[in-house]
T-cell receptor
């Protein structure tokens, strides 16, 4: 079991560029989510999904899109990168949000927007 | 909306002393409260969790308490060791929204 795999680990973008952060899990988890982590602000929920075909907004969804076409994958898209989106991004999965199962995190993607 | 407040933001203790981190939550529908430890440059990792039908849970040197009436929950680490040094996050999940909302973190330093 690889757990939760995030790619890339590091990325530098220019303002206005778009990109997709990849997240895949091999634990057959229904629940997946994306967080961003900024100094002094903890982990803030961007978007989450309780199953394939279902997504919902978290605390800070603006500037990000997600889709969930399969149980395994939950990509995060930045449509037009801005310096304020410089952050560390974590993807997480759990067996089911309805049953309050522990979330397992990936290693993170460190994103810099110039 | 949902909110989780965490205090203190930094905590320094001598090896062998106890450490206590406190959190409050706003959503009365919250029913799951995990705690995560994050070492520098690493992913957050679950260390203990508690559900709303339980008031206290222990795992060796770590314990968590929950006061649903006051919407408070706390992490207690006894006999601290230098390897306990890390950032600790509390979180609360609501059965209404399925959102897991995190506190802002506590940086714990344990001095030998």
């Amino acid at each position: 079991n690889a757990g939760v795999t995030q790619t890339p680990k590091f990325q530098v973008l220019k303002t206005g560029q778009s990109m997709t952060l990849q997240c895949a899990q091999d634990m057959n988890h229904e629940y997946m989510s994306w967080y961003r982590q900024d100094p002094g602000m903890g982990l803030r929920l961007i978007h989450y999904s309780v199953g394939a075909g279902i997504t919902d907004q978290g605390e800070v969804p603006n500037g990000y899109n997600v889709s969930r076409s399969t149980t395994e994958d939950f990509p995060l898209r930045l449509l037009s990168a801005a310096p304020s989106q410089t952050s560390v991004y974590f993807c997480a999965s759990s067996a089911g949000g309805y049953s309050n199962q522990p979330q397992h995190f990936g290693d993170g993607t460190r994103l810099s927007i110039l | 909306g949902e909110n989780v407040e965490q205090h203190p933001s930094t905590l320094s203790v001598q090896e062998g002393d106890s450490a206590v981190i406190k959190c409050t939550y706003s959503d009365s529908a919250s029913n799951y409260f995990p705690w995560y430890k994050q070492e520098l440059g690493k992913r957050p990792q679950l260390i203990i969790d508690i559900r709303s039908n339980v008031g206290e849970k222990k795992d060796q040197r770590i314990a968590v308490t929950l006061n649903k009436t006051a919407k408070h929950f706390s992490l207690h680490i006894t006999e601290t060791q230098p390897e306990d040094s890390a950032v600790y996050f509390c979180a609360a999940e609501s059965y209404n929204t399925d959102k897991l909302i995190f506190g802002t973190g506590t940086r714990l330093q344990v001095f030998p």
